[in-house]
């Protein structure tokens, strides 16, 4: 390793919960990872120390004007005892490009992922091994510099805390009803749609709010132009298989890249699957919807992996998906990753890193 | 007053700054305002207490999902020692509105309007009395519910810090440079534009590191679907005259709906001017800048009152606006608007109110 952190033991440990009631991000462990930034010292003082409040002050920028980014993946307790990690340099890239949008100072890739396994490696006994559980891992942000003035800001934190976490649906893998926002826009060309900041997430939930209210457990959203294009669906990338074609909307700066996104591609075009990376139109969907078509529909991200939907509705008009049951892709697509995630599939792409 | 909040003072009041030397938003009076919300409890336990640091949870939402909204207003002293807010009333049907949108829970507005002057009233040796000097007030919500997962928060905290300031521009009342932006943009109908939040702020930051670098102070916003009508101005309202006509863009949703914006529409309607708010393209700004039409530029809002603009680029074309001087509109409107804030222009429409 080329980074070596400090560690502060806690001396309070936690009592673990218990791996049958944990639901997401609501638990943390004892430790955390914490790294300040300044002008004069740039990156500096990483280490581990116990998990415990932050003191701000309450001009730091962060309340303000949200000069913030976070990342999410997950670590897995194989069967034979490794901690496990899946393209945790895939993140550390996406956090590159997100500083680069946000005026966040670059923070090295390979000290990034470093920071990870370290404060994984603390809090290891924190990994649950229940089938569908893991040790959610947040890196993120913040600016702490207490100014009122829109620019960006001087000083910094970088922190990472860990949460055990059950299933992100309740239900398992059972599939959502989703319908077509057309009030509301996530991202527009120019705008932060690719970067994975806090005000993106913001702005969307109201959205998830409407959703709700009217029974729906997501939304997909359109393009903020011609709104007439499919996007994403809530805070995950959309997959439809329309006949032998698996289609996704293409990475032209509004859409999130998922890690799980790209996975999802590899493995289709290993398995010899037809997949398009192209705009498609509500119109297209609907009308594949209608004439049977569209065979799948599924989310993918971090916290739910795969996310089948199962009906689709738009201005009045629904339609069932594969009859409101998991399709068969969308359940191989679950069963590799996730059997890759916890090292029980042979991981040929060197996708797992060990802890 | 309907509302009575206790008050808990300081034990180590600060040295007072040199009136001389402000600067904007980097020095904090000895109190602040607090009120939390619970589900149980809606809005509750105002109180004034000690300015001091936040203790928050690493994961409280505001670090990852920016739900969070500010406010921004000015306290005056007067040469007959009053105390004197600006439309307060304005702040506080903005922030409900913004509340709205981002699933904050409301604050009575009534409410809002006496914490700003409880608190002002008991910092209110802290107003600087020197030309161009006054106390910023920063009213502000931030979520502080601890979990991961994207929903609206259950727990939020609402402050308001004070600041006394200098002008918000070292220059004072100099005409600005400032470029069109072609690359990036601000907000989108659909979108979060009308909203006073961190997130609009944060990405507008690179555009403005790009505006610096280039050697100008600002941008020009183009709206987001067909990239020619002109929005906004950094973080301020865009005012344009052009003949004897005054052009500023409709509230259609992706416009800050600015306080001073308002106040200006007012008052050049009280003065009896033609004020247009209405779409105009930015062809139609430059074919104004050239033939002559374009007589005065100027932006607008709480920090800077009126900023005039003395050149704008666009594509590489330059217009340069009064000769690069501050005009004749621009000046009167300056001086009306910080005189009746200040108390020493008589007050007919009712906009200031004593603390």
Redesign the interface.
């Known amino acids: 390793m080329k980074y070596n952190f400090p560690v502060i033991k806690t001396t309070h440990p936690k009592e673990k919960p218990d791996p049958d009631t944990l639901r997401?991000?609501?638990i943390?462990t004892d430790h955390?990872f914490m790294m300040e930034y300044s002008p004069e010292q740039g990156w500096h003082n990483g280490r581990i120390q116990p998990?415990a409040?932050?003191?701000?002050?309450?001009?730091a920028a962060?309340?303000?004007?949200?000069?913030?980014m976070?990342e999410?993946l997950k670590a897995y307790k194989s069967k034979d005892g490794r901690v496990l990690l899946f393209r945790p340099d895939m993140n550390a890239r996406r956090t590159t490009n997100t500083n680069e949008?946000?005026?966040i100072p670059h923070i090295d890739e390979e000290l990034f992922v470093e920071a990870i396994k370290a404060v994984v490696g603390v809090d290891r006994e924190w990994i649950p091994s229940k089938k569908g559980t893991s040790l959610?891992v947040?890196p993120?942000i913040?600016a702490d510099e207490?100014?009122?003035?829109?620019?960006?800001a001087d000083h910094f934190l970088f922190?990472i805390?860990l949460?055990p976490v059950g299933p992100?649906y309740e239900g398992g893998l059972a599939p959502t009803k989703i319908y077509v926002e057309n009030?509301?826009?996530r991202a527009?060309?120019?705008?932060?749609g690719a970067a994975k900041?806090?005000?993106?997430?913001?702005?969307?939930?109201?959205s998830?709010?409407k959703a709700h209210e009217s029974g729906y457990e997501q939304v997909l959203w359109l393009d903020?132009?011609e709104?007439k294009y499919v996007e994403e669906i809530?805070?995950s990338n959309a997959f439809f298989k329309i006949g032998d074609e698996v289609v996704t909307a293409p990475l032209t700066g509004t859409i999130l890249p998922g890690i799980t996104r790209d996975s999802v591609i590899n493995l289709l075009k290993q398995w010899g699957m037809k997949v398009s990376e192209r705009r498609m139109t509500i119109d297209e969907v609907f009308e594949a919807g209608k004439s049977g078509k569209l065979v799948e529909m599924f989310a993918t991200g971090t916290?739910a992996v795969i996310s089948p939907v199962g009906e689709l509705s738009w201005k009045g008009e629904k339609v069932t998906i594969n009859n409101g049951e998991i399709g068969e892709l969308s359940q191989k697509l679950y069963d590799e990753l996730y059997g890759l995630q916890i090292g029980e599939v042979e991981d040929k792409l060197g996708w797992t890193v060990e802890v």
């Open positions: 997401f991000g609501q943390f955390m998990y409040p932050l003191q701000l002050d309450p001009a962060v309340f303000h004007y949200a000069q913030e976070f999410g949008r946000m005026c959610y947040r993120f913040i207490p100014f009122l003035g829109v620019r960006p922190m805390i949460s992100y009030e509301f826009v527009t060309p120019g705008g932060t900041i806090g005000g993106n997430y913001a702005a969307s939930l109201k998830q709010e903020g132009v709104r809530g805070t916290a």
